[in-house]
Nanobody
Framework: PVQLVESGGGSVPGGGSLRLSCAASRYISCMGWFRQAPGKEREAVAR????????YYDDSVKGRFTISHDNAKNTLYLQMNSLKPEDTAMYYCAADRPYSGSWCYDFRTRPPYWGLGTQVTVSS
């Protein structure tokens, strides 16, 4: 297993920026960010293969959010720019092992490792 701890959430006005961090207890090569707004399902925001740097973004955040990983620190980041009120949600760090059928390759599944979340609130 791997433990994940998020930080960096907060309240910002629309158009502002935040950077989320997720410290992992060990290296794992497939990590990402999800978010869940009140009354809505949890949705994937971005994913990265930390060994190759290959990334994926949901259309709603493309061009505004950037996912990255510091292998030396086992820390995942999400730089969020041009924030909108609709970005308001609890943001969760997640991880999985990259095998066939895992979330890394099949978005219909869910990763097994989750952090507790960090709240992001964007005011209009």
């Amino acid at each position: 297993p791997v433990q994940l701890v998020e930080s960096g959430g907060g309240s910002v006005p629309g158009g502002g920026s935040l950077r989320l961090s997720c410290a992992a207890s060990r290296y794992i090569s497939c990590m990402g960010w999800f978010r869940q707004a009140p009354g809505k399902e949890r949705e994937a925001v971005a994913r990265i293969f930390t060994d190759t740097g290959v990334t994926y973004y949901d259309d709603s955040v493309k061009g505004r959010f950037t996912i990255s990983h510091d292998n030396a620190k086992n820390t995942l980041y999400l730089q969020m720019n041009s924030l909108k009120p609709e970005d308001t949600a609890m943001y969760y760090c997640a991880a999985d092992r990259p095998y066939s059928g895992s979330w890394c390759y099949d978005f219909r599944t869910r990763p097994p490792y989750w952090g507790l979340g960090t709240q992001v609130t964007v005011s209009s």
